[in-house]
């Protein structure tokens, strides 16, 4: 009995002296990216893209912060932590009945099982926090990748009608023997190509407006008017980025639930033999699985590490090149207005105005989705939880 008094205090006094668990939110310290000290282009003019996706007063708005709700509602992983959660507390209240009314025979292996316990619900609590977070965060990739390719689309759109008048050129060429046989084949083919990839497109849409509907629990041939302002923030720049990412993937809750497995494991390690039912073997196995806990910590450490690093190196190219799309984008404008100016002039032709067009459409696709790529990045890298 002195030896379970003891063991009791022990553990006790491990678990009080414990360090705080994670905050789900990965708050950062020293060192981190808040969001007043980031770099926000607030100007909004700057971002008023000229081939906003049309409104259709058929469809049903929807947004952002409702498709996350009803994700997370229709989330079966979701319900089932939450079932899950439940069954724990009653097994927690019910081995720690065990305990205070000394009703089982071996009250060590009842005492590390009443650890145990409390260990995979304090790790559940914070996967299930997670889970969430992680459903709002793949909810604005379908929104991000739905605009995406409804842009797509026009631009293929575009891009069909200047096809279309060089191939209506290319016709009246080979009638009037200016072009041969095989290159009128050839502009027929590029323009049935064209259309073809537009279908493509088109069934790429359904697929993942089918995706974000099965995660919401709704019709999977809904369609919506949905929408997602780009925005900008760049992080700062961190002098040791090493050191950086060994602090916050500390913080992470992986690295909190491996922490606290590996703190039950050292505990349920020193007091096998305490246990009426101990053997050699346990003693041995239960020594193992703590040395392979902690390697499996050191490891996940190591990996969490080296996203941190990659996802920061990627942000800052990302950085390097949005200004040079910008660039392009603010040069495209020039071109395309100074087209419609010729063009009404009658100095150049419908062809050259709609080139003109689909360049624009161009530039501002890929500055659109450099811009929401790096959306989802910082947001990775202010929450590391969502690696």
Do not use: W
């Not at 071996?106 to 299930?128: C, G, H, P, R, V």
């Not at 809904?222 to 950086?244: A, G, H, Q, V």
């Not at 709609?354 to 990775?380: C, D, G, Q, R």
């Amino acid at each position: 009995m002195t030896k379970e008094l003891a063991f009791i205090a022990a553990t006790a006094l491990l678990f009080t002296a414990s360090p705080v668990y994670a905050n789900v939110q990965n708050e950062n310290v020293e060192n981190s990216i808040d969001a007043e000290d980031s770099e926000t282009i607030e100007d909004d003019s700057e971002y008023q893209f000229l081939f906003d996706i049309s409104y259709d007063d058929t469809l049903i708005d929807l947004t952002l912060d409702e498709a996350v709700e009803d994700a997370i509602s229709n989330s079966t992983s979701i319900k089932t932590s939450k079932l899950n959660l439940e069954t724990m507390e009653e097994n927690i209240e019910e081995t720690a009945t065990d305990i205070t009314y000394n009703r089982t025979q071996d009250s060590i292996a009842t005492l590390l099982s009443f650890l145990s316990q409390q260990n995979n619900y304090k790790n559940s609590e914070m996967d299930l926090e997670v889970s969430r977070q992680k459903i709002a965060h793949e909810m604005k990739k379908l929104f991000m990748d739905i605009i995406n390719m409804e842009r797509e689309i026009s631009l293929k759109e575009d891009s069909i009608k200047v096809s279309q008048i060089e191939y209506n050129e290319a016709q009246t060429k080979f009638k009037n023997n200016l072009i041969s046989s095989s290159d009128f084949k050839a502009q027929g083919t590029a323009y049935q190509k064209e259309k073809s990839d537009l279908e493509a497109l088109k069934n790429e849409l359904d697929i993942t407006y089918k995706n974000l509907n099965v995660l919401m629990g709704k019709d999977e041939n809904t369609r919506y008017n949905i929408s997602l302002d780009p925005e900008y923030e760049k992080i700062e720049d961190i002098t040791d980025i090493n050191y950086y990412a060994s602090r916050e993937a500390d913080n992470t809750v992986t690295m909190q639930k491996l922490k606290n497995d590996l703190e039950y494991a050292e505990i349920a390690a020193k007091n096998e033999y305490l246990k009426e039912s101990s053997t050699y073997m346990s003693e041995i196995n239960a020594e193992n699985n703590a040395a392979i806990t902690e390697m499996n910590l050191n490891d996940t450490k190591e990996q969490l590490e080296q996203s941190i690093v990659s996802l920061y190196y990627s942000i800052k190219n990302s950085e390097q090149n949005m200004e040079s799309l910008y660039t392009n984008y603010e040069t495209a404008i020039t071109n395309y207005e100074a087209s419609k100016i010729k063009y009404d002039a009658g100095l150049i032709s419908l062809k050259d105005l709609e080139t003109a067009k689909k360049n624009l459409h161009e530039a501002e696709n890929s500055l659109i989705k450099s811009l929401y790529e790096n959306m989802i990045n910082v947001e990775k890298f202010n929450n590391l939880n969502l690696l």
